[in-house]
T-cell receptor, first 115, second 112 residues
């Protein structure tokens, strides 16, 4: 979907390195999310943000840092990458949150390999 | 733990048959959503059903919601090979937090 883009598409990094995954949306959606997808676990929420400068933890936040200084950007940083963080990472955005949730729009993902 | 869990994990059918996937969740919800994911791509929203609705249709898709049983089902009628994908349900966590929790998904294979 052209409205939400993730970069890079693929990334290989070494254990202990810091890596940042980028997410940019052009709709000015209030809510943005980061999920990771692993076989056997489905999608798990890492962090989400209800608006600029407002972020909150999801199910699996340890080892990750997020920021949201601008509405359209929501970068995800792995401060010191570990092999267990090898995964496919999806960014998503939506207009509204609870109680009147609106659909999520997903990027095409970043496949991260930590060696 | 996951809020939503799909059943079955995998489903294989012939083209033209109907496919039914189920989702169970644990806590009260405001609404439940279904998504589809083709291999190597992001998820695409299919349908949203609110907690005060019991059934919703969209083309060949039919979604039901039973809040007393904390379950939902997605029915795809007259399936096509192009329906081959993974299907996920998502629910908002208890409370008005805005975050959506996904189940592990059902992988559907439709054989031509």
């Amino acid at each position: 979907d052209a409205g939400i883009t993730q970069s890079p598409r693929y990334k290989i990094t070494e254990t202990g390195r810091q890596v940042t995954l980028m997410c940019h949306q052009t709709w000015s959606h209030s809510y943005m999310f980061w999920y990771r997808q692993d076989l056997g676990h489905g999608l798990r929420l890492i962090y989400y943000s209800a608006a600029a400068d407002i972020t909150d933890k999801g199910e699996v936040p340890d080892g990750y840092v997020v920021s949201r200084s601008k509405t359209e950007n929501f970068p995800l940083t792995l401060e010191s990458a570990t092999r267990s963080q090898t995964s496919v990472y999806f960014c998503a955005s939506s207009i509204r949150g609870a109680p009147n949730n609106s659909p999520l729009h997903f990027g095409n993902g970043t496949r991260l390999t930590v060696t | 733990s996951q809020q939503g869990e799909e059943d079955p994990q995998a489903l294989s059918i012939q083209e033209g048959e109907n496919a039914t996937m189920n989702c169970s969740y644990k806590t009260s919800i405001n609404n439940l959503q279904w998504y589809r994911q083709n291999s190597g791509r992001g998820l695409v929203h299919l349908i949203l059903i609110r907690s005060n609705e019991r059934e919703k249709h969209s083309g060949r898709l039919r979604v039901t919601l039973d809040t007393s049983k904390k379950s939902s089902s997605l029915l795809i009628t007259a399936s096509r090979a192009a329906d081959t994908a993974s299907y996920f349900c998502a629910t908002d966590a208890s409370g008005n937090t805005g975050k959506l929790i996904f189940g592990q998904g059902t992988t559907l294979q439709v054989k031509p």
